[in-house]
């Protein structure tokens, strides 16, 4: 996915369709309207993503895109897309601050991960607990982001460390940017009231790190140097799949990273759109699980079998539920942060968010 950018000037290009109304550039022989859609590939919506999943009504035309591009292009650029996977975190900012209208949620979560493996420490370093971290510096490339939100979240609540107990140091790249695009301005918040600092020009997070900068990372993705196999860096929690399946236990939360957005004239002039969306998510879901029980054999991991089977004792068959009724703990959770941590100038409610029409779909 490293390799399909998004710039917003990309998105505004001759040959797009834009966005089709009633009257608009829609298929004049079957009455479709057309979409520019975009997200990540991920493997439970490549259905809709190649075309073998249909929205009813629509004909879509999906563009693989990165989350800062598409989330600069969302808030403040050209908004050709009809809907679209976009960071939960950058979207409630915008919506708290900024006024940011235009586009509405559907509770489609297209990413989710959880984030006890997103904090690296240099190996020889001596932290051992996350409690070790008040008073140390914590290199991140950037803070507003929902990755970042849900890590210092986390270590609050579980671990009694405050976001005002670190020292910030925000590194001057990202080594995982080919990833994750242009961080986008809703990515780059910095609240009032904390001790944060900018790392030395040329440094990402990794130079930051070894260089003795920092004593530890909050990382979205997984820092150069780890990635490298660096043995001077390593991560805070020595089993983080246990200790992530142990705070699911405990909380049943599992972090929500991405939602998907629709435009809001569009759904304001097809009021059915938002549910077709929302199905059209769900049976493309709904394909890859079927493909993941019945051909195990084909997949590359030895054990896959045995740990997709791990996974839904655990949280249940349906383990990327839809709707706001599976979701609501963890949404309400991380309004609750981005309040907390000065990212949003009040909390909000997931009714004022998510477009009306879906409040009340599930796909339980």
């Not at 966005?19 to 309207?33: K, M, N, Q, R, V």
């Not at 999906?62 to 989350?67: S, V």
């Not at 509405?104 to 051992?128: C, M, Q, T, W, Y």
């Not at 000065?342 to 009306?356: D, H, K, T």
Request: with cysteine; hydrophobic share 35%; aromatic share 10%.
């Amino acid at each position: 996915m490293g390799g399909f950018g998004l710039a917003a000037s990309a998105l505004g290009a001759p040959g797009l369709t834009g966005l089709a109304g009633a009257d608009g550039p829609g298929d004049s022989e079957t009455g479709a309207i057309r979409l520019d859609v975009s997200g990540y590939p991920h493997e439970h919506i490549r259905g809709l993503a190649t075309g073998k999943v249909r929205v009813k009504g629509c004909e879509i035309s999906f563009r693989p895109g990165k989350i800062g591009d598409i989330n600069t292009h969302v808030f403040s650029g050209p908004r050709t897309l009809g809907f679209t996977e976009i960071g939960l975190s950058p979207y409630i900012g915008a919506y708290a601050d900024e006024g940011f209208r235009a586009y509405s949620l559907i509770p489609v979560f297209p990413l989710r991960v959880f984030r006890h493996k997103s904090i690296f420490v240099h190996a020889d370093g001596g932290i051992e607990h996350p409690g070790r971290l008040k008073g140390k510096r914590v290199g991140t490339p950037g803070y507003s982001s929902t990755s970042l939100t849900w890590i210092r979240g986390i270590v609050q609540d579980e671990y009694g460390v405050r976001p005002e107990d670190i020292d910030w140091v925000i590194s001057a790249a990202d080594s995982s940017a080919g990833e994750s695009g242009a961080i986008s301005k809703q990515e780059q918040v910095l609240p009032e009231g904390l001790s944060i600092s900018v790392g030395p020009p040329g440094k990402d997070e990794s130079d930051l790190l070894l260089d003795g900068d920092v004593d530890a990372l909050f990382h979205a993705a997984e820092p150069r140097a780890f990635v490298e196999g660096n043995p001077k860096i390593r991560r805070l929690f020595t089993d983080p799949r246990k200790t992530e399946q142990d705070y699911f236990a405990k909380t049943g939360i599992f972090p929500i990273m991405h939602a998907v957005a629709i435009r809001n004239d569009l759904a304001e002039e097809h009021p059915w759109l938002p549910r077709a969306v929302f199905e059209a998510y769900c049976e493309a879901k709904s394909l890859t699980y079927a493909d993941m029980r019945a051909k195990w054999y084909l997949r590359t991991l030895p054990w896959f079998a045995q740990e997709l089977a791990a996974t839904e004792s655990l949280m249940g068959r349906n383990f990327l539920p839809y709707g706001l009724g599976p979701n609501r703990k963890a949404l309400d959770t991380l309004f609750r942060y981005m309040h907390e941590q000065g990212l949003a100038g009040r909390r909000l409610s997931v009714e004022e968010m998510f477009e009306p029409s879906t409040l009340e779909l599930t796909d339980l």
